[in-house]
Structures are given as C-alpha cells and as structure tokens.
C-alpha cells in the first residue's frame, strides 16, 4: 500500500500533526517523492512566471509613456500591477480551493497552470497599460494553486515527515525566484543584445515578450506533466446506506465512507484564525519588502535607489534565490525540529527590522562613494537577512495545516488562508511603492520615510505570533 492510499484510510478524525504515542518510533515516513516532485515543478511555475517581469517592469512602464516621464511616478503603477493580480486572486482563491475539497485538487491546479500560460503570452504582447492590467488580471482569477499545493502536501505527509515536505515549497520558490529574473533580465530586448540573431521587427515592436513567451512555455509543459501524472489525493465520498430508521447501519460499508468537508463557519477557530492572521501579517512585510527591493535597485541613486540596470537586478535577484533554495533545502527542517517552528517564525518576522533598515544605509552609501565593494557587503547581507526571513513562511504552512479540524478541510483551511494573504497583498504592493514614490517625492525623512514605516509596523506585527503553540495546535491540544 501506497503512503497517500495509508493516509486515505486513516480515521479521519485523527489529528494532523497528533504526537506519536510510541516515543521509540522516531523514524521519519519516506516522503512520496514521486508525486510531491510533481507538485514543486507545478509550484515552480509561479515564481517563474511573477518573478520574471521584476527585473524590467519599471522599465516597460517608463517606455510606455505612462508616468509622462517622470521616473519618481514608476512606483505607483508598478505596485498597482502586482496589487491587481492579489486583487482578483482575493475574489477567487477560497471557492477555487473549495472546489477543490469536493472536485479534486487535480482539476484545479490544472485551471492555475493554464492561466499562468495564457496571462504571460498577453503580458509580452501588451503595448498599453490597460493591456498589462488584464494580463495580470486573468491569473489572479484562474489562480488558486498554492493553497491547494499545501493542501495536497497535507494529504501526502504526516507529522514525521510534514517539515521535510514544506521544507520544499521556498526550496522552489527560491529556484523559480533564481531562473525567473535570469530569464527577465537576459531575454528582455533580444533585438539590441543579440541583433544578429533577433532581426524581426516584432522583437523591436515587443521587446518583453521573449522572456514571457519562456516562462509561458514552462508553464504548458507543467500542464502536461501534471495532466498526465499527477495523482488526485482527495477520495470520492460514498454515501453511507441507511436502515428503514435513517440510523447508519456498522459493518464494512460504513468503512467506505469518508467525512464531509466542515463548513465555512465552523473553520473560524482561534487555531485558524490565530495562524491566518500570522500569515497575513508575514504576507504583509513579505510582498512590501518584494515590492521595494527591485524598486530600489532601479531607482537612480539620487532618487533613494542604486541604479541597477535590468541584467543586474536579474543577476542580483536570482542569486538570492540561489542562496535562498539551498540555505532552505540543507537547514530548514533541521531549525524546526531543533527549535520548533514557534520560534524560527518569529526569528524570520524579527528579521523585516533589519531588511527595512538596511537600504537607506545603502543608498547613504551609494550617494557618498558611489557602487563600491562596501555598498555590494551590505547588500549581500540584507540578501542573507531575507533568507533567514524566508523560514517564516514553511512554518507557518505547517501551523494552518495542524489547525485544520480534518483532511476534508485541507483546502478550505488554506483557502481561508491565501484569502487574507491575497487582500493583504493587495494593498502591500501599491501601498508600499506609492510610499517610495511619496517619500521620493516630498523628501519625507530624507526619502526614507517608506521604510520607517515599515520598520514600525515589522515590530509590532510580531506581537501576532506570542499565541502561536510551539509546535502545532493538535499537539498542544492534547497537553
């Protein structure tokens, strides 16, 4: 028997991460590396396709003629395009992973990898901002794969073994946040870096569209892999039969039967909503600190930035993401279960403060000296800071998936979830570069007014996690 056919017949009210009883039993199950390999190149579609318009995006809004030339204004119009996709993912992802709960996971991460397609193949052949808007736009409604991808490493992991399996996700993330800025910031106008090669006047015409035709692509090929082999984990209910008196009879057909899925209402828990407002507190910080740091590294020196062409910024970003993947992949799971994930979450909430600090320094810096070796030391180490930064995100997968009152549940317990964090990165994304652009603009404390901001509302957001279990709800339930 399979490990996902073991999870399926287990009692469906045992708890998701309960203690073992048998102390001497410490071995970890085998992960089901097949179908959990399967689900990480579904997921490594999505920071692919986001990442790989950061390195030019601002770019592509200055050549559009939208700020009328005035670079200060790039940042409005720059959040505004990543605000709109969590906007119209808001609507959409709780019913998408809903759905899932009683159509499969498998129909739905099939409709996400679809509109990652079709969303960057408009994205590289916009020539208006209305056009970049929709673009965005149509996967934010046809997007609710991550809730359903942690739904389903729910499903295929257990308590020995759910940190090895959300061990992953930033793993990922972070390669699809290294090869998508590489493929943003080298494939973006082919026609002036290799003009021999890239003789059409298309590529003149749309000099964005080769890297998102790439990413596009990647996205159709995890259609086709998916289609064809991954596994549905969510098990077909039968009814249960009845007696003339309505009572369900005992017997071997009762063990057929699965639970429903709880409602809505009574998913609205302390243990959900402690660990959903945890995670939109980190959804918060995280997508501001996204939004702002491909803006700073663009934004002219005088203007509070470093100046960085888009092959730099690519370079820059996707090495972090190279750290980031293999610092996740080789001492993640081993910082949780050495330290629980209480305290990993809020030693990467605790480092927002020093992230937010650290670029006026640099800028400071920059303005003194110019782009010297002391302006890249510190910007590495704001790198590293955001890797550490980055562990929050695997713990608290892990705290909503214990707070789920049972596997039906799965999908719209991380509904619930990537419901807040998509309003929450809603608003961050405007609302931090607009605050960029503001503080540019009126000199608010030196242009730096943006990140004081969110250095106060870092440390009073980690008040959220004092209520968090140290390890998981369903073990400190039964203590």
């Not at 770019?59 to 030339?69: A, F, K, N, V, Y």
Request: charged fraction near 15%; aromatic fraction near 10%.
């Amino acid at each position: 028997m399979s490990h996902q056919d073991e999870y399926a017949d287990a009692d469906e009210e045992t708890a998701l991460l309960s203690r073992p009883q048998d102390k001497r039993a410490k071995k970890p199950t085998p992960l089901p590396t097949t179908q959990l390999s399967i689900l990480m190149v579904l997921q490594l579609a999505e920071p692919i396709t986001s990442h790989c318009i950061y390195p030019f995006i601002n770019q592509l809004i200055s050549e559009l003629d939208i700020t009328g030339g005035d670079e200060r204004k790039v940042g409005y119009y720059a959040g505004l395009i990543q605000s709109l996709f969590f906007a119209t993912e808001a609507l959409f992802v709780l019913q998408w992973s809903r759905a899932s709960d009683y159509i499969g996971r498998k129909p739905v991460l099939l409709t996400g990898v679809g509109g990652l397609c079709i969303s960057m193949l408009f994205f590289g052949l916009a020539k208006t901002f209305l056009g970049l808007v929709i673009s965005r736009c149509i996967v934010g409604v046809m997007n609710g794969n991550i809730g359903v991808i942690k739904s389903m490493i729910g499903e295929l992991t257990d308590s020995s073994n759910m940190a090895q399996g959300f061990a992953l996700m930033p793993v990922v993330w972070s390669v699809g946040a290294t090869v998508g800025p590489f493929i943003g910031g080298q494939l973006a106008k082919p026609h002036d870096r290799w003009p021999n090669l890239f003789t059409s006047e298309f590529w003149i015409k749309y000099p964005y569209f080769l890297p998102c035709a790439a990413s596009s692509a990647f996205s159709a090929l995890t259609f086709v892999i998916v289609a064809v082999f991954l596994k549905e984990t969510v098990q077909r209910r039968k009814k249960a039969p009845t007696s003339p008196t309505g009572d369900i009879p005992s017997g071997p057909l009762q063990d057929d039967t699965t639970e429903e899925p709880a409602s809505l209402r009574s998913l609205l828990v302390r243990p959900v909503l402690v660990s959903v407002a945890n995670y939109g507190a980190l959804a918060l910080l995280d997508i501001a600190y996204l939004a702002l740091l491909p803006l700073f590294l663009a934004t002219p020196i005088e203007f509070g930035g470093l100046g960085m062409n888009p092959a730099t910024i690519g370079t820059v970003l996707g090495s972090f993401g190279l750290m980031n993947g293999s610092f996740q992949a080789l001492f993640f799971a081993k910082f949780v279960d050495r330290w629980g994930p209480k305290r990993v979450f809020m030693a990467g909430m605790t480092s927002f403060i020093p992230l937010f600090i650290l670029p006026p320094i640099i800028n400071m810096v920059a303005r003194r000296d110019g782009i010297t070796a002391l302006v890249w030391t510190l910007l590495a180490v704001q790198l590293f800071i955001g890797i550490i930064m980055d562990m929050s995100f695997g713990c608290i997968f892990m705290f909503i998936t214990s707070a789920a009152p049972n596997k039906q549940s799965l999908g719209a317990t991380n509904g619930i979830a990537q419901l807040a964090a998509s309003i929450i990165r809603t608003i961050g994304p405007a609302s931090a570069t607009s605050l960029f652009a503001l503080s540019v603009e009126h000199g608010w404390l030196g242009g730096y007014a943006v990140y004081g901001i969110f250095i106060v509302i870092s440390a009073l957001l980690i008040l959220l996690a004092i209520p968090l279990p140290r390890r998981s709800w369903k073990e400190d339930a039964a203590q």
